[in-house]
């Protein structure tokens, strides 16, 4: 039967309590006296410990704690209580001293260098990365045999087929918006016919490809970057080098060749949805029916535009695909990192978007497709 530390109060000098214990002051058995002790209040004069039997370092925390608390001495300590009690006080934690924080000059120029450091590294981090990648597909070329089509479709089906559905949806939207707006402000000018102007160029130009990219940079880049990053983390990618098998031929060559080929199509069907949208709120804002809308789109749209948007869109393509990989081929350390890795991805991959758009847009310009 378990024996249970226990205690007794008797009356001490000046009406101060002496706490007199018994039994053995241990983890397994120190719970009831605990909690009755907690409830007890001073005066204390001393704790008195010659009783005690057995004793390991809760029992020493406990008398430590009361010996704190009360202000009281601890008498009657074996050789081990005593050795135990002592290790307790000098296990105390020091104060915590804080170094001083850098004035906001000093802070600023670090946190710049560490940016401009860390993007510098990165930015050779990712040539090397897009290097490996030019070599596998080298080799790919050299040896078409190679080539993982089951992969590739596969890829294919993710990255276009199964995003039909959310892209038509969001271009549809986004044209009935571009059209309901554009028509409140042309009418101003009476020019609400412009609207089809409007609405069909920015949509081939700009809306459509640009919206898709952003698209499957969230949805696919993501993606991308989570699964190649969980393969790294359990080390499967490790098992396909020593196997013999290319990680980048096997997991990053299809992932990029998928959306350099859908980008393109993705974005005309964006476009196309974008229109239609701006046809269906024309017909019932405008009084424009649903196919002269379609068919004046033919007349003030130039085929240049559509060309334009399809020229866009396999780079933008192709840097979602390899921002997503690299991303997922950077995880190294736990879980967390994975999360991380695919937040940086799709950020990146938006950002490198939009500025391509923007160089893209003062090219165009530049050789006269304006």
């Given at each position: 039967m378990r024996t249970w530390a226990d205690f007794t109060t008797e009356e001490g000098d000046g009406g101060a309590k002496r706490i007199v214990f018994s039994g053995?002051?241990?983890?397994?058995?120190?719970?009831?006296?605990?909690?009755?002790?907690?409830?007890?209040?001073?005066?204390?004069?001393?704790?008195?410990?010659?009783?005690?039997?057995?004793?390991?370092?809760?029992?020493?925390?406990?008398?430590?704690?009361?010996?704190?608390?009360?202000?009281?001495?601890?008498?009657?300590?074996?050789?081990?209580?005593?050795?135990?009690?002592?290790?307790?006080?000098?296990?105390?934690?020091?104060?915590?001293?804080?170094?001083?924080?850098?004035?906001?000059?000093?802070?600023?120029?670090?946190?710049?260098?560490?940016?401009?450091?860390?993007?510098?590294?990165?930015?050779?981090?990712?040539?090397?990365?897009?290097?490996?990648?030019?070599?596998?597909?080298?080799?790919?070329?050299?040896?078409?045999?190679?080539?993982?089509?089951?992969?590739?479709?596969?890829?294919?089906?993710?990255?276009?087929?199964?995003?039909?559905?959310?892209?038509?949806?969001?271009?549809?939207?986004?044209?009935?918006?571009?059209?309901?707006?554009?028509?409140?402000?042309?009418?101003?000018?009476?020019?609400?016919?412009?609207?089809?102007?409007?609405?069909?160029?920015?949509?081939?130009?700009?809306?459509?490809?640009?919206?898709?990219?952003?698209?499957?940079?969230?949805?696919?880049?993501?993606?991308?970057?989570?699964?190649?990053?969980?393969?790294?983390?359990?080390?499967?990618?490790?098992?396909?080098?020593?196997?013999?098998v290319s990680p980048i031929e096997a997991l990053v060559i299809p992932r990029i060749l998928a959306s350099v080929v859908m980008m393109p199509l993705l974005g005309f069907y964006a476009a196309i949805m974008a229109i239609v949208g701006g046809a269906v709120i024309s017909s019932f804002t405008l009084g424009i029916p649903f196919m002269t809308f379609l068919i004046r789109i033919q007349e003030v749209v130039p085929l240049h535009d559509v060309w334009v948007g399809l020229v866009k869109a396999p780079f933008f393509g192709l840097v979602i695909a390899m921002t997503g990989c690299y991303q997922g081929m950077q995880v190294e350390a736990n879980a967390e990192e994975v999360g991380l890795r695919t937040t940086m991805a799709v950020v990146q991959a938006i950002f490198m978007v939009i500025v391509m758009d923007a160089f893209f847009a003062v090219f165009f310009t530049e050789v006269g497709w304006g």
């Open positions: 053995p002051l241990t983890v397994s058995s120190i719970g009831p006296a605990d909690v009755r002790l907690r409830t007890l209040e001073g005066p204390v004069s001393e704790l008195d410990v010659s009783g005690i039997g057995e004793i390991d370092t809760v029992g020493a925390w406990l008398l430590h704690r009361l010996s704190q608390e009360f202000s009281a001495p601890v008498v009657g300590a074996s050789g081990q209580a005593k050795r135990l009690i002592t290790a307790i006080e000098t296990d105390e934690p020091e104060e915590i001293t804080r170094p001083p924080r850098p004035n906001a000059v000093t802070r600023v120029l670090e946190a710049t260098g560490i940016l401009s450091v860390t993007t510098w590294l990165g930015t050779v981090k990712i040539t090397g990365f897009l290097g490996e990648i030019l070599v596998d597909t080298g080799h790919l070329i050299r040896h078409p045999g190679r080539v993982r089509a089951k992969a590739m479709i596969h890829q294919l089906e993710l990255v276009g087929i199964n995003s039909l559905g959310i892209i038509g949806l969001m271009s549809f939207l986004v044209g009935i918006v571009i059209a309901q707006q554009g028509a409140v402000q042309l009418q101003q000018f009476g020019a609400e016919m412009l609207t089809v102007n409007l609405t069909g160029r920015i949509a081939m130009r700009e809306l459509g490809v640009l919206m898709t990219a952003i698209m499957v940079a969230g949805r696919s880049g993501s993606a991308f970057a989570a699964q190649i990053g969980t393969m790294k983390l359990t080390e499967e990618i490790d098992a396909m080098r020593t196997i013999g």
